[in-house]
């Protein structure tokens, strides 16, 4: 499995960014997928996820600015992100949680930088 995030850069204070999350191996609509982050010096932290029946998550620090969406015949999951503020700089990790018969599955991309200047 493989989970290829892309979209991350620099953007100003109120900007918008769309983060991509191109999965291989796996098929989205399967998983719970999910957007998360990490700043310098920080835990990762949730950003958005999806569930296998769309239904959708956010915390409270990106409700109203972020929307999760998901392409199934792309098998691609998406960040779209809005009104960003400085405090959103951090790398974005895609991530894919799959529970079976078998046990729980769960993936990680590379990560993607995204830089927020004030």
């Known amino acids: 499995v493989q989970l290829q995030a892309s979209g991350g850069g620099l953007v100003q204070a109120g900007g918008s960014l769309r983060l991509s999350c191109a999965a291989s191996?796996?098929?989205?609509?399967?998983?719970?997928m999910g957007w998360y982050r990490q700043a310098p010096g920080k835990q990762r932290e949730l950003v958005a996820t999806?569930?296998?029946?769309?239904?959708?998550n956010y915390p409270d620090s990106v409700k109203g600015r972020f929307t999760i969406s998901r392409d199934n015949a792309q098998n691609t999951v998406y960040l779209q992100m809005n009104s960003l503020k400085y405090e959103d700089t951090a790398v974005y990790y895609c991530?894919?949680?799959?529970?079976?018969?078998?046990?729980?599955?769960?993936?990680w991309g590379q990560g993607t930088l995204v830089t927020v200047s004030s």
């Open positions: 999806i569930t296998s029946g769309g239904n959708i």
């Open positions: 191996g796996t098929i989205v609509s399967e998983n719970v």
């Open positions: 991530n894919a949680v799959r529970i079976s018969w078998s046990g729980k599955f769960e993936y």
